[in-house]
């Protein structure tokens, strides 16, 4: 009798450790030469952002034979699994409450990995633009102290009623918000980032939030276009130039690694029109210059857009924002103006971001 109980019980025993183990090997994926974390996902019905979390990544790079998750660590059968804890109403702990920045991190990057907002880091951290470095310590947890159900949406400051045309003889001013630059501000408002520095005495294109500027010549009588419907900027302008600059090139055929005016790949094609524009940056892959920009929601004429996972998993492909949806790349054949509409470049579409060296 005493066999036969221990019999039942060790067959009972190696019936759960062996489903362990296949609920284990369910939770994991070997990587595959040509995988990519777009690829792995959409394959387990997960998104990439679960990927990145489950396994730690700061990026999407990843190399055959890499073991990754591709579940949630508790994946055992509901008999047996916890119950799921409820969303955390009190701050986290210490140790969550800093994150060390690493290469290729940005601000956007980081806010997403910890549930939370640009502009909540940069309120925690006192900083007003988007410029991060390697071994920084930023302070990121006060966005998880409150259920994302309860937290109020933060107060949206009404615009001010667009104040009566001024006389002759005087200026009008604009107070920097948090991502603001010289280049952004003198767009909006049909000027030149000369004459936004020579009217308010800038040696450099620092700027801070809360800062007022002067937008127009005390002696010189206002423009009559609008703010909010800025006349496009002159060819002297930097923005002016790079758009430009990169028109003028439409039809050159395309060339790998080339980045120069007989031939450009689309990371060449941005280091030579930038250059020429006068915006000093070196010559380098796609994936360098996304280390080199910050993330924008709202793109401006001669911002960057970014493509994945085009010929390579990861940022691959680049062009220049020029408006009206479309942008400019020296992509298939030679230099050429598509929409992001289209549907392959739409299906590949990262976002948009701002060299570090318009600002």
């Known amino acids: 009798m005493n066999k036969i109980a221990f019999s039942v019980i060790a067959s009972g025993s190696l019936a759960l450790l062996i489903g362990v183990a296949d609920a284990e090997a369910s939770s994991t994926y070997t990587i595959k030469s040509g995988d990519s974390l777009w690829k792995i996902a959409s394959q387990h019905n997960v998104s990439v952002a679960n990927l990145k979390t489950w396994n730690n990544l700061s990026s999407d790079a990843i190399f055959p034979n890499q073991v990754l998750k591709v579940a949630a660590a508790a994946t055992g059968s509901s008999t047996t699994a916890p119950a799921p804890a409820p969303a955390p109403s009190q701050p986290v702990s210490n140790a969550t409450s800093t994150y060390t920045v690493k290469s290729g991190d940005t601000l956007s990057k980081i806010a997403s990995l910890h549930k939370t907002t640009v502009s909540k880091i940069q309120q925690l951290n006192k900083i007003s633009g988007h410029l991060i470095y390697p071994g920084q310590k930023l302070m990121v947890s006060a966005a998880a102290s409150a259920p994302a159900v309860t937290a109020p949406k933060p107060p949206v400051t009404a ?201």
């Open 159 to 359: 615009a001010p009623a667009p104040a009566p045309a001024p006389a002759a003889g005087t200026a009008r001013t604009y107070k920097v918000v948090s991502g603001d630059t010289l280049t952004g501000i003198a767009y909006r408002n049909g000027i030149s980032v000369t004459q936004l520095m020579n009217w308010n005495g800038l040696t450099s294109s620092m700027i801070r939030v809360g800062q007022v500027l002067k937008i127009e010549n005390s002696t010189v009588a206002p423009s009559t276009t609008p703010v909010s419907n800025p006349a496009p900027p002159a060819a002297t302008d930097t923005v002016g130039k790079i758009v430009e600059t990169a028109k003028s090139l439409v039809g050159t055929p395309y060339v790998w690694g080339g980045s120069t005016a007989s031939g450009f790949d689309c990371s060449g094609f941005i280091y030579y029109v930038y250059n020429q524009a006068g915006v000093k940056i070196p010559r380098t892959s796609t994936t360098g210059y996304d280390s080199r920009s910050y993330d924008i929601s709202s793109p401006q004429v001669g911002d960057l857009v970014f493509f994945e996972n085009t010929y390579r998993a990861g940022i691959s492909h680049m062009g220049i924002y020029i408006g009206n949806n479309q942008f400019i790349h020296a992509g298939g054949d030679k230099v050429q103006i598509t929409s992001l509409d289209n549907s392959y470049w739409s299906k590949h579409f990262a976002g948009y971001k701002r060299l570090y060296a318009m600002d």
